[in-house]
């Protein structure tokens, strides 16, 4: 069995588990949970993170949908950025944390689900923009700085693949075409 652990302030002897993998379309509960998992400092032994990981990882990667982790309320509220922007660098660390393990296939599912969401969020909410300023950029941002420290390749990965299709759509949807300078 798993040892307790300390997440925040509350100590947990893993009760809440089932819980993580009854709600996996929960995305946003099961990335906070993982991502809390590899904080510095954590009493759990990194065989046990490991089989947590690669238990609750695949479902969670099946189930991954953007809207769901990051609904349409959230981009209303200008006070909201910050919390975004933590919940993209906690996923961040949770798919590195995956790739170590092995967990190429279901990281990839991940981010090909997580891509689709970007397609699909400029429809759904008031402030399209938002979704690219606040998670998106500095999601990928991040996730560049992280694979150049970790030398992770990312030709003909899936990682190139969410970066072509992230950036592809903020061009076609926000970018505009370079103005034309006026003839004499």
Same mark, same amino acid.
């Given at each position: 069995?798993?040892?307790?652990?300390?997440?925040?302030?509350?100590?947990?002897?893993?009760?809440?588990?089932?819980?993580? $993998?009854?709600?996996?379309?929960?995305?946003?509960? @099961?990335? =906070?949970? #993982?991502?809390?998992? +590899?904080?510095?400092? /954590?009493?759990?032994?990194?065989?046990?993170?490991?089989?947590?990981?690669?238990?609750?990882?695949?479902?969670?990667?099946?189930?991954?949908?953007?809207?769901?982790?990051?609904?349409?309320?959230?981009?209303?509220? $200008?006070?909201?950025?910050?919390?975004?922007?933590? @919940?993209? =660098?906690? #996923?961040?660390?949770? +798919?590195?944390?995956? /790739?170590?393990?092995?967990?190429?296939?279901?990281?990839?599912?991940?981010?090909?689900?997580?891509?689709?969401?970007?397609?699909?969020?400029?429809?759904?909410?008031?402030?399209?923009?938002?979704?690219?300023?606040?998670?998106?950029?500095?999601?990928?941002?991040?996730? @560049?700085?992280?694979?150049?420290?970790?030398?992770?390749?990312?030709?003909?990965?899936?990682?190139?693949?969410?970066?072509?299709?992230?950036?592809?759509?903020?061009?076609?949807?926000?970018?505009?075409?370079?103005?034309?300078?006026?003839?004499?």
């Amino acid at each position: 069995m798993f040892a307790p652990l300390l997440l925040g302030n509350i100590l947990t002897d893993f009760r809440i588990v089932p819980t993580v $993998k009854r709600n996996d379309a929960h995305s946003a509960m @099961a990335i =906070a949970f #993982l991502a809390g998992l +590899l904080k510095e400092g /954590m009493p759990v032994p990194t065989a046990d993170i490991d089989k947590l990981y690669k238990d609750l990882f695949p479902a969670l990667a099946h189930q991954f949908m953007l809207e769901k982790a990051l609904p349409a309320k959230l981009w209303d509220n $200008k006070f909201e950025r910050y919390g975004v922007q933590k @919940a993209g =660098a906690a #996923l961040v660390r949770v +798919l590195l944390y995956c /790739m170590k393990l092995g967990l190429a296939r279901e990281v990839g599912q991940l981010l090909s689900n997580l891509a689709s969401g970007a397609d699909k969020m400029w429809i759904e909410i008031r402030q399209p923009l938002r979704c690219f300023d606040w998670f998106f950029l500095p999601f990928l941002k991040s996730l @560049a700085e992280m694979l150049e420290a970790n030398c992770t390749g990312v030709l003909d990965s899936p990682f190139q693949q969410l970066f072509q299709r992230i950036l592809s759509t903020f061009v076609v949807r926000y970018v505009r075409t370079e103005p034309k300078p006026q003839k004499d």
